[in-house]
């Protein structure tokens, strides 16, 4: 029963809590609901207080239940795998219950999402159309869960998957869920995307308002083949093409067992000095050289059998007593226990001496590469086994609060084999996370369309690499894979000493040219206008809050001969102002196909008429900046 409400201003935002107490047990329960004044967002989350007088065990425990009374109510949400994350799909609600689960342990977006929306006038539409969004906003286990049932309500729940997960509360203890984002949008899809985009940016990343740097990675360029030369090449070559930012992933540390593989030394985050002899101090001196800031891989919630940490310390890993542990990665990675306090020490001081000792290392890239296959904690009491699931991500927030109390300004990236960490929850404290393993621009295109209703491009990290790709083989041009990476958070992933002149000067150009627009792409709005998994092609724009600048990116991905095609509006323009139109990022001597180059157009023109760019061919693509006058 309901025992009162009160309403408390918390900086901009006022949190209103409804207090319940059961009638027979002194167990209360409080509702909390955090209202923005300046995002479109509420964030919803329960606190149960335990005033019995012994433990009390949870075995459901949803952050918010909304009911939405609606007949053709339809949900949009995400699915995947590795290496094809973030696909879409819209599906109406049914009578009946549909359930997405996430039991990971450790990484939770690579398969389903915790984000959905909803759309209340029937099928979804980017930009019309009423529309609710949700978000849990927790790094571990997820369970949503809608039901449909004869009172022509449709009810969703979000919040803590409860499967392995009882959790026993004591006495005076209180249970704080994670909070459900909620938004509401008249604007359709894209319009509840661009209130997430605000709120992300504003409340959850880290440095949000902060131009992100163009970096190369060393990943797919050398995979674990580090040294000193190489990494001083890479730094040289992307300071020429007018890069930021260079990057040292896998492959840099272990010293009784040399990182030369994915078998070995998670958590010897030592240099190997037969790789670097003149350690990290080495690499930064030539990041100094080629006046490039320098980032660095690690993955430190994680170790293999192989590794001295594991030697010393194989109380550490999570795993069943008795039982043998299933090994992930190389046949001998293990995940890190992190319920235990000295498991957090360690993880944290992972940065922090890397921070401490070296303070000019500007971006961390913290990779997760396992799931918690084995489900035992060698820490936890016999009777509290069931908490490890929640547990691990107590602990992990506590690490990465730290993380962020001492060092404020270095950059981090959120890794999990790909796009396995892409979660509000996750992102606390991060500044970006690696979007997929896969970078094929034309699976990208998918990929960023479907991400993109939840977090925005500032965060998305997205790279120009190699061709035949690494993952699936397929071969498109520079240009187009330029193009896709450049609707996101600009990076590449390849190995500038096998790119020819002439690629690296279409490279140079393209990221001069990004620079200009990169503040549009990053803090700007994001209207989809077409959708990739409805037709051939896919168009987007971004508009600056202003209204003075923005960036149409158009791209065909398998056209059909003869196909009728229509003219993209764009969304989000003034009406009232003109606008100059430019393509951007054209092959050196090619001319602009486009009618309307050059040309000034109303922003009533360009979104009631609209522009045609698509029917260029397989894999063509088009990057537009439209110039207020
Ligand atoms: C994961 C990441 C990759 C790369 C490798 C390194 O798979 O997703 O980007 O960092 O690990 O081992």
Redesign the pocket.
């Known amino acids: 029963m309901a025992t009162g409400c009160d309403v408390k201003n918390e900086g901009k935002a006022s949190v209103t809590t409804v207090h319940l107490k059961d009638p027979v047990y002194n167990i209360k329960v409080d509702l909390k609901y955090r209202a923005y004044n300046d995002v479109d967002m509420i964030e919803a989350w329960t606190e149960i207080l335990n005033g019995e007088k012994g433990t009390v065990t949870l075995t459901t425990f949803a952050s918010a239940m909304l009911p939405i009374r609606r007949g053709d109510v339809w949900m949009s949400h995400l699915s995947g795998t590795w290496a094809a994350e973030g696909q879409l799909s819209h599906e109406k609600l049914q009578p009946g219950e549909f359930v997405i689960r996430n039991n990971d342990g450790t990484r939770n977006s690579h398969t389903d999402h915790a984000e959905v929306m909803f759309s209340l006038d029937g099928k979804g539409q980017e930009n019309a159309g009423n529309v609710i969004g949700a978000a849990l906003v927790y790094s571990g286990n997820y369970k949503l869960k809608t039901v449909t049932d004869d009172t022509e309500y449709h009810y969703f729940f979000a919040g803590i998957n409860e499967q392995n997960s009882e959790y026993h509360l004591k006495k005076g203890e209180t249970f704080k869920t994670p909070a459900l984002a909620l938004t509401y949008s008249t604007q359709g899809l894209s319009g509840a995307s661009r209130n997430f985009h605000k709120w992300g940016r504003k409340y959850i990343l880290a440095h949000g308002d902060k131009e992100r740097d163009i970096l190369l990675n060393s990943?797919e360029g050398v995979y674990f083949d580090i040294n000193q030369k190489g990494m001083d090449q890479m730094m040289a070559d992307i300071h020429s093409m007018d890069g930021e930012l260079f990057v040292m992933?896998?492959g840099w540390f272990g010293t009784k067992y040399p990182r030369v593989t994915?078998n070995c030394a998670l958590g010897d985050w030592v240099v190997d000095t037969k790789k670097l002899p003149n350690g990290i101090e080495g690499l930064l001196n030539d990041a100094r050289k080629n006046q490039v800031k320098f980032g660095i891989?690690i993955e430190p919630e994680m170790t293999n059998t192989t590794s001295m940490l594991y030697e010393k310390h194989p109380d550490w890993v999570i795993k069943a007593p008795k039982r043998d542990a299933v090994l992930g990665r190389g046949g001998t990675q293990l995940v890190l226990d992190l319920s235990n306090p000295k498991v957090q020490d360690f993880v944290f001081g992972v940065v922090d001496n890397l921070l401490t000792k070296y303070p000019d290392i500007a971006y961390i890239?913290w990779?997760a590469?396992m799931a918690i296959m084995n489900h035992g904690s060698q820490y936890l009491s016999a009777a509290d086994q069931s908490h490890l699931y929640i547990a691990y991500h107590q602990g992990f927030a506590k690490v990465i609060d730290r993380i962020r109390a001492k060092y404020k300004d270095v950059v981090i990236q959120c890794?999990?084999?790909?796009g396995g960490r892409a979660n509000w929850g996750m992102l606390r404290g991060f500044d970006e996370f690696?979007v997929s393993?896969n970078t094929d621009a034309m699976q990208r295109i998918y990929m960023q369309y479907g991400t993109s209703y939840f977090f925005p491009a500032i965060a998305m990290a997205s790279h120009i690499s190699a061709v035949p790709n690494h993952t699936v083989f397929r071969t498109t041009s520079l240009k187009y894979r330029i193009d896709v990476a450049m609707s996101g958070r600009l990076g590449m992933e390849i190995q500038p000493k096998n790119m020819t002149d002439e690629e690296k000067a279409l490279c140079r150009k393209a990221i001069s040219e990004y620079k200009e627009i990169r503040p549009v792409v990053q803090f700007g709005d994001l209207y989809r206008l077409v959708s990739p998994y409805e037709g051939n092609h896919m168009a987007l724009n971004y508009v600056s809050k202003d209204t003075n600048k923005a960036v149409l990116f158009a791209y065909d991905i398998h056209p059909r001969f003869q196909e009728k095609l229509l003219a993209v509006k764009l969304q989000g323009l003034d009406p009232n102002k003109q606008y100059k139109v430019e393509e951007i990022n054209l092959m050196p001597a090619a001319s602009s196909g486009l009618a309307a180059n050059g040309k000034v157009y109303s922003g009533d023109y360009l979104m009631k008429v609209g522009l045609d760019v698509f029917g260029l061919g397989q894999t063509q693509s088009r990057v537009i900046e439209l110039t207020a006058q």
């Open positions: 990943w992933d896998d994915d891989w890239k990779d590469n890794c999990a084999s790909g690696w393993d």
